[in-house]
């Protein structure tokens, strides 16, 4: 099974869309890259692991630390990626975080039938 790497973030509505998101597919694992605020708020259905980072940190930092964090978690080729919540930073962190890893990503989101690689 494919693993889902989500941003888990700031944004109006944005973590239910990533709730449908985990709860959508069987998922290998999960990992969601947020930050403190999410850590006694957020609840989902499956396991996930959650990634801490300091929002406050450079785009290289937050991808070195989003890197280190994953570093050999991930044992697929590609995994599913939602960054439907969070801002442009985050993402980029993401991106270059799993790139390094040599890992492909395919975007992943809720739509009017279902979760579907977009």
Not at 60 to 89: C, F, H, P, Y
Not at 93 to 100: D, G
């Amino acid at each position: 099974m494919t693993d889902l790497v989500a941003c888990l973030s700031t944004g109006t509505g944005t973590w239910g869309h990533v709730s449908k998101v985990i709860e959508g597919m069987g998922w290998g694992k999960i990992f969601l890259i947020t930050n403190e605020s999410a850590k006694d708020k957020f609840k989902s259905q499956k396991d996930a692991e959650m990634v801490f980072i300091d929002t406050k940190k450079t785009i290289t930092e937050m991808a070195e630390d989003i890197k280190k964090a994953l570093q050999g978690k991930i044992n697929d080729l590609e995994v599913g990626l939602n960054i439907v919540s969070g801002e442009g930073r985050e993402h980029m962190a993401i991106i270059s975080a799993l790139l390094q890893l040599g890992v492909g990503v395919r975007l992943v989101a809720l739509t009017k039938e279902g979760v579907r690689v977009i």
